[in-house]
């Protein structure tokens, strides 16, 4: 069975930092496009940063200089390093993952391209 699984979420103050991680099982995320999501409450999904199978990275304007997205093929996880964290980032962060070569500002942009997903973990930036 193919799974993601994500951790690392929880409150957090304004300007403070959180590491999102991804664990995949039943794949190997070698030769998969992959990304975080988040969605807000009322708001649609939207794309935080993806990374192509050849490495390519996509920050979506409102999060650049703050996350770093990363992957780490030998444990075949993901992550976001968060940074300077605002309130506008409280969201359900999502990792997600398609086989095969896509750009990653495509599959950041167009989040219904992606196979498999994670349940989302929750990240609350409030003081």
């Known amino acids: 069975q193919r799974q993601l699984v994500e951790s690392g979420g929880g409150l957090v103050q304004p300007g403070g930092s959180l590491r999102l991680s991804c664990a995949a099982s039943?794949?190997?995320?070698?030769?998969?496009?992959i990304g975080w999501f988040r969605q807000a409450p009322g708001k649609e999904r939207e794309g935080v940063s993806c990374i192509s199978s050849d490495g390519t990275t996509y920050y979506a304007d409102s999060v650049k200089g703050r996350f770093t997205i990363s992957r780490d093929n030998a444990k075949n996880a993901m992550y976001l390093q968060m940074h300077s964290l605002k309130p506008e980032d409280t969201a359900v962060y999502y990792c997600?993952?398609?086989?095969?070569?896509?750009?990653?500002?495509?599959?950041?942009?167009?989040?219904?391209?992606?196979?498999?997903w994670g349940e989302g973990t929750l990240v609350t930036v409030s003081s």
């Open positions: 997600a993952a398609v086989r095969g070569y896509y750009g990653s500002n495509y599959i950041c942009q167009y989040y219904r391209a992606m196979e498999y």
């Open positions: 039943g794949f190997t995320l070698d030769y998969y496009s």
